[in-house]
């Protein structure tokens, strides 16, 4: 496989936090599995920024940034049993996504960070 893209976004967890109160930009922004397991966690809005930041690199690592037909709430940032987070895409999103890098298999490599006050995400996109 070789690299398609390559992504990376800062997130002031201050301006997440703000944003986050407002329940059409969660649902906006977020899937409801995403919804449901930040809200579960004593630092939510460092869940909810360090997605945020991961939707953008990856819409950076795709080429397109927001828009296009990209919806961020299609772009679900989840984690393995281990904790190793991973993307997985939804709908027109995956769509356009597959119609974008012209083949059947590729491979979205995701990392999440976050301290006192920025989160960041990395992403590689591999065909």
């Not at 997130?11 to 919804?35: A, G, H, P, T």
């Not at 940034?65 to 999103?93: D, Q």
């Not at 769509?95 to 979205?108: A, E």
């Amino acid at each position: 496989m070789k690299i398609y893209g390559i992504g990376t976004d800062i997130v002031k967890i201050k301006r997440i936090q703000k944003s986050i109160r407002n329940r059409y930009f969660l649902k906006r922004l977020f899937n409801q599995d995403e919804i449901v397991k930040c809200k579960k966690l004593k630092n939510s809005s460092h869940c909810f920024a360090k997605r945020f930041a991961a939707k953008e690199a990856f819409s950076k690592a795709l080429g397109t940034g927001i828009s296009k037909g990209i919806n961020l709430n299609e772009i679900i940032v989840l984690n393995e049993k281990n904790g190793k987070p991973y993307i997985k895409l939804l709908k027109a999103t995956k769509n356009i996504v597959d119609k974008k890098l012209k083949k059947k298999r590729y491979k979205i490599s995701l990392s999440l960070s976050d301290e006192e006050n920025y989160a960041v995400a990395f992403v590689t996109i591999s065909i």
